[in-house]
């Protein structure tokens, strides 16, 4: 299965190395929008709310049932996270993915809608 994922599991970030096993298919972008925040600032919410916000950029592998069980684990699934699929764009071809939304009420309405999560040097001490 593809999984499109567009915070902390990213390449450069801190829990990638869930990743490891996985097929890096290629960076992506959703084909709808939705909104983006980063409330916490350590890692971003993607809101399940399509057509709204903005086309979000982020990367696409593929994954088996391994990976998604402890990718389930660490996003808190479904307690914190739901999982649902979505549409990607990558290398100008569509591609359909599942990926994880908060499921928490969020009134992104008055919040900064991000297109990308990118580090914080705040929040990354080891980079520095």
């Known amino acids: 299965m593809t999984l499109f994922v567009y915070g902390t599991l990213k390449k450069g970030f801190e829990n990638h190395h869930f990743l490891d096993a996985a097929k890096f298919i290629g960076n992506a972008t959703t084909k709808e ?5 980063n409330v916490v600032k350590a890692y971003p919410y993607l809101i399940h ?5 903005k086309i979000i950029n982020g990367e696409a592998y593929q994954i088996d049932e391994k990976i998604l069980n402890r990718l389930d684990i660490l996003e808190g699934y479904p307690e ?5 699929e979505i549409t990607l ?3 100008d071809k569509e591609l359909q993915a599942i ?19 990118v580090k914080d040097e705040l929040f990354y001490i080891e980079d520095i």
């Not at 709310?49 to 916000?53: C, L, T």
């Not at 914190?80 to 649902?84: A, E, G, I, L």
């Not at 990926?99 to 999560?117: G, S």
Request: no cysteine; charged share 30%; proline share 3%.
């Open 99 to 117: 990926t994880y939304f908060v499921n928490q009420k969020i009134d992104f309405k008055n919040l900064e809608l991000l297109e990308e999560f």
């Open 80 to 84: 914190h996270y739901d999982r649902d």
């Open 33 to 37: 929008k939705y909104p983006m925040v």
């Open 49 to 53: 709310q399509k057509g709204q916000g």
């Open 89 to 91: 764009i990558v290398e």
